[in-house]
């Protein structure tokens, strides 16, 4: 495969993950709620990539007992508050809005990373970081007039689905060590639909699922938002180097904002669409000159929405 194919998986894959939200609008109008939602992607997402690991190699199943402790760190602790939070956080403000501060996990990632590995503080991290810090502030409302567009609760919904991301690198790091990336996500999302599924009551809107219209957007969300995108993104990353994956993956908040505008007229100021482009730069910045492990880039896969 060649390298410019390899970059258009990645960017795919990313494109798949942005359009996560038109999903999540649609099951949010017809009756679900944040919690519901998580379940459903957790449920439909456990399916189908448990049916293509059988197809791929079935020995990608096989794990350690002990080593469930990496799991319920990224499935448990990390993608069902991550997901919560970023679903709930569509529902409170926007897609773009959400998305963009799900795109404050790099600078999270600095940061935890300088505790839990010691890891320095670099100048492009640090540039990065006040970069991410001006963008969210015009993303919300804070600059230039101070009177803010989205409420606190929806800041703090959509910083949380930045942090929970960010703690899946933390866990995942662990876990990689041991596992293929694709058996880190199959369990991840395992582990994750055990977790949420008792607490989502599902059953008290069972009637929901008798429309055809419920299951495409299930099977959008599970299969084109979640395994497809994690197949190309994966297969184009074996290619590049992870830098340039994570930066063509910042298409996502852009096909995000566009999907989101074009369906559901959602608006954004100039100031809030400058602030994306800071925030987008922001995570260019933070990528370093020099070749990394594909750790952060590929967890991305399992994780986005």
């Not at 996560?20 to 649609?26: A, E, N």
């Not at 017809?30 to 439909?44: C, D, E, L």
């Not at 299951?215 to 084109?224: A, K, Q, R, S, T």
């Not at 096909?255 to 074009?262: C, E, K, P, Y």
């Given at each position: ?12 894959g990313?494109?798949l993950w942005g359009g ?7 099951l ?20 189908f ?8 190699n ?44 799900l795109?404050?996990a790099p ?34 409302g ?12 929806g800041l ?5 689905s ?11 790091k ?18 994750a ?16 699922f008798?429309?055809?219209e ?11 938002s ?12 074996n ?15 852009v ?8 369906i ?10 400058f ?29 986005s929405?």
């Open positions: 495969m060649s390298k410019n194919l390899a970059l258009l998986f990645i960017a795919i990313a494109s996560i939200g038109v999903f999540v609008t649609y949010y109008q017809i009756g679900f709620t944040p919690t519901q939602v998580v379940a459903i992607r957790t449920i439909s997402a456990s399916v990539l448990v049916l293509y690991v059988l197809i791929k079935r020995q990608l199943f096989k794990i350690k007992v002990a080593d469930s402790k990496y799991f319920i760190g990224t499935g448990v602790i990390s993608i069902v508050f991550f997901n919560w939070c970023l679903f709930s956080a569509m529902e409170e403000t926007s897609i773009s809005i959400a998305t963009i501060l795109y404050t600078a999270f990632v600095t940061i935890l990373a300088r505790v839990f590995f010691k890891e320095l503080f670099t100048t492009r991290k640090i540039i990065a970081l006040l970069t991410t810090f001006i963008g969210c502030a015009f993303v919300i804070v600059f230039p007039d101070t009177n803010g567009s989205i409420s606190f609760y703090i919904l959509g910083l949380g930045g942090f929970f991301y960010a703690l899946y690198s933390i866990f995942g662990f876990a990689l060590k041991k596992y293929d990336s694709l058996t880190v996500t199959v369990y991840t999302f395992l582990f639909m055990v977790a949420i599924t008792p607490f989502s009551g599902l059953w008290s809107v069972i009637p929901l008798s429309s055809v419920v299951w495409f957007y299930i099977v959008g969300l599970g299969l084109l979640t395994m497809l995108a994690f197949i190309f993104y994966t297969i184009g990353l290619r590049v180097e992870s830098s340039q994956a994570s930066i063509i993956a910042t298409i996502e908040p096909v995000a904002s566009l999907t989101s505008f074009i559901f007229e959602e608006r954004l100021n100039y100031w809030q669409y602030g994306i482009v800071l925030v987008i730069a922001a995570v260019i910045i933070v990528q370093e000159k020099t070749k990394k492990s594909k750790l952060v880039t590929s967890n991305r896969s399992s994780l929405g």
